[in-house]
């Protein structure tokens, strides 16, 4: 006799992973719930780092200008590390057992959209996302709006004294924390300031503090007067409810339900900002109810283009011999990895389907699994996305763009 | 499309199903009786026709 339903570990590892086969799933139905969810996390404890780009791998312009790459070449070796990045990340997907640490990476990923033309920022931003999947948010907030590629993608770098900056003030209580209308112009100002000085060091793919930019008189924001620093600012963030709410209502929607059940919602930021944003402890509260597993939450979420690509791919075992392939089809579907329409995030669900898209999704399995040919109509995305170089090579392997 | 499916693993894997395992492993909200019934009443189909059938379906774009 069985402990866990066939069907709760399918709805399970559909959203916890990529889906399941059924061997794997009838041998883990002798297992009681709670210990196939502990399993999913003991195999996603340890952050696997992304490691394939290296920081000297793309020299900085002003080395160029002395004799190294010309403008166009720098630009084709960034192309080409991009790709690089990008189906490194794809590998993993497709091979780790850590599948829970992945998908929260993409959350993450998503959560803090950011897109600079630097692969190694990007990479290290994406490993700050693995080293606290499941730990602090506060934590990763500080080493997120620390990271360079944040500090790059949201100018932060231009935050200065004399001339705030309020991009990165603006955008980590819209997009990160509150959520809109939840703080007044006002407090944008003031956390501007509070963050000015806050820079990185390119050379280096380092935080730089530069004191001399940095303001240090008395700023008023959430109706608190002092000389605030940016740890400050986010602590009276994480100090307020309503960011614990924000978080905890996205990943309900993302593990969930995208229709969201507002009483549930609330319980589960309450228990949140009790555990110290501990997001690990908050997604294995929601795995662990048994709503979780209620015919109203199964199967009523639409798979995002990554989820459809690896589940399939993992399913039926496929074989890349060519993982370029992997971006014309990311970039077809409309999400290419590192690479978000804006610092929004790619909205999900049903933006993710269109006549084109349904179409090609329903195509696809014949495609992948007879290895057969594929028309793919071009979509018009922003001219600098890494799938836009690659058409040539798909032309060359008999994948038509 | 450079891409290699092992389906003797899959045959395999599969070989004991019956057409509702099938369903329910590849898709977490069925579709229609009629559609149902289209696939499975279809003699002429392989297990991996069937597969492959059931993984085109809408359907198979949720989660």
């Keep these: 006799m069985s402990n866990t339903p066939l069907n709760h570990i399918f709805h399970l590892f559909s959203r916890l992973g990529f889906g399941i086969t059924y061997s794997e799933a009838k041998l883990l139905s002798q297992k009681s719930l709670n210990e196939i969810v502990s399993s999913l996390f003991v195999t996603s404890i340890s952050a696997q780092p992304l490691t394939n780009i290296k920081l000297n791998d793309i020299p900085l312009a002003k ?3 002395s004799g190294g790459l010309n403008k166009k070449d720098l630009q084709k070796l960034i192309t080409a590390k991009s790709i690089e990045l990008n189906i490194s990340w794809i590998k ?9 640490l992945e998908k929260q990476t993409l959350f993450w990923h998503n959560h803090f959209a950011c897109r600079i033309r630097n692969p190694y920022l990007m ?3 994406n490993n700050i996302h693995r080293k606290f999947a499941f730990g602090s948010f506060r934590d990763m907030l500080v080493e997120v709006s620390k990271s360079p590629a944040m500090i790059l993608y949201l100018n932060n770098q231009q935050n200065k004294k004399e001339h705030p900056n309020e991009n990165f003030a603006r955008e980590v209580m819209e997009l990160f924390t509150l959520g809109r209308g939840n703080y007044t112009e006002q407090d944008i100002k003031e956390a501007a300031r509070a963050f000015t000085g806050w820079s990185c060091d390119k050379a280096q793919g380092k935080f730089e503090f530069k004191a001399k930019q940095h303001d240090n008189g008395t700023k008023q924001l959430f109706n608190r007067n002092g000389n605030f620093g940016g740890e400050d600012v986010i602590n009276m963030l994480i100090s307020n409810k309503q960011t614990a709410y924000f978080i905890t209502k996205k990943i309900y929607k993302y593990y969930v339900n995208e229709t969201v059940n507002e009483e549930r919602v609330k319980q589960l930021a309450d228990y949140y900002y009790q555990n110290q944003y501990n997001t690990g402890a908050l997604i294995k ?3 662990s109810s048994s709503w979780f597993y209620d015919a109203e939450n199964c199967g009523c979420n639409i798979k995002s283009p990554i989820d459809y690509l690896i589940g399939l791919s993992k399913q039926f075992s496929v074989n890349y011999t060519n993982y370029k392939v992997f971006i014309q089809l990311q970039r077809a579907l409309g999400m290419i990895l590192f690479s978000p329409p804006n610092v929004a995030g790619w909205p999900g669900g049903k933006a993710f389907i269109d006549n084109s898209t349904l179409l090609l999704r329903m195509k696809l399995p014949s495609v992948i699994l007879n290895n057969g040919e594929l028309e793919v109509p071009e979509r018009i995305d922003d001219p600098d996305d890494v ?15 | 499309m450079d891409t290699e499916v092992n389906w003797t693993k899959m045959s395999d894997e599969h070989k004991n199903l019956t057409f509702d395992n099938l369903l329910d492993v590849f898709l977490l909200k069925h579709p229609s009786k009629k559609i149902i019934d289209s696939i499975k009443n279809d003699s002429t189909l392989s297990t991996k026709e069937m597969i492959l059938k059931i993984v085109s379906l809408p359907e198979y774009n949720l989660s």
């Design chain 1, 387 to 401: 799938g836009k170089d690659d058409i040539s090579i798909n032309k060359k392997n008999g994948y038509r763009s």
């Design chain 1, 285 to 287: 509260k929601i795995v």
């Design chain 1, 63 to 65: 080395d160029n200008m």
């Design chain 1, 123 to 125: 990479q290290e931003l």
């Design chain 1, 92 to 100: 993993k997907l497709l091979s780790t057992e850590s599948v829970l």
